[in-house]
């Protein structure tokens, strides 16, 4: 018997037993709750209220808290939650992984790969699976954040030219919707995907929404600066002309504070491939005659 194999046999002989102690555990508990109550009927109430407390205030809500969060993630990267591939994240996930275990096992038994190299690419293979998806995930939604909220100042420009000229605020969304189709699509259809959840819930309730798509700075400066004028009523004309340029000159300080870290950033690679090689044809010939001397 390969050591693979017994090594295999003695994980599943483990998860038996742990299955066994934990079913002695509950039919244990189970008749001394039995005991304890007055008749069989009081008990099986009481297992059934268990099991619909526990189905109703633990799974449920975690099942629901997970969706919600990986619709949040697939909302935020730009993919509509009606995706086929939301409802089969997670199947994909885990099959993959699933699937590549066995395969790395199979190819171990084959390739009589000792038990620690299979472990470490078992454990490798699970980081992946579980590590990587949502990090891409992550990585194009905060990349989608950026981009919108760095074209968020042309927004407001247009939107100020157009509140000038006598538009009304939905209006003035209504009509960049369809012109901004050219410059920006995905602000294109944030605008229209905006201007359509007015129509049923309300403009405020809408740019809440719409905050929550884009969760920066930029935005919640652009919602907050709508809301009080949807509000209050109050001249919003100026107020997007200085918006705009708050939110350039924060960029462009943002874009400064990058420049400036770029020299210790490149401090690192200048120490390891130029000092370190002068350093060492500097030293070599000496230590050379000196061990040669010697």
Partial sequence: ???????????CAVFLGVLLIALVIFRLTKRKMF??????KSDSNRMAGFVEFMSEKVAKPAVEHSNQEINDKFKRAGISSKSKWVALYM??????????????????IKSAISTPTLIAFMATWLIICIVVPDALLDGRGKARISRVSGQLP???DLLAVCVQTGMTIESAMNYLSKEMVGFDKELAGLLKKTNDRARLVGMQKALDELYEDIPSSEMRSFVMTLKQSLQYGSSIYGVLTTLAGDIRDVQMLTLEEKIGKLA??????????IMMPIVILIAAPGILRMMSNA
């Fill in 1 to 11: 018997m390969s050591p693979q194999l017994y090594v295999f046999l003695q994980l």
């Fill in 35 to 40: 005991l304890n109550q007055l008749s069989l």
């Fill in 91 to 108: 199947p994909l996930k885990y099959g993959a992984l699933m699937l590549g275990c066995a395969a790395i096992y199979i190819y171990s």
């Fill in 154 to 156: 042309y927004l407001l």
């Fill in 264 to 273: 210790a950033k490149m401090s690192v690679p200048l120490i390891l491939f």
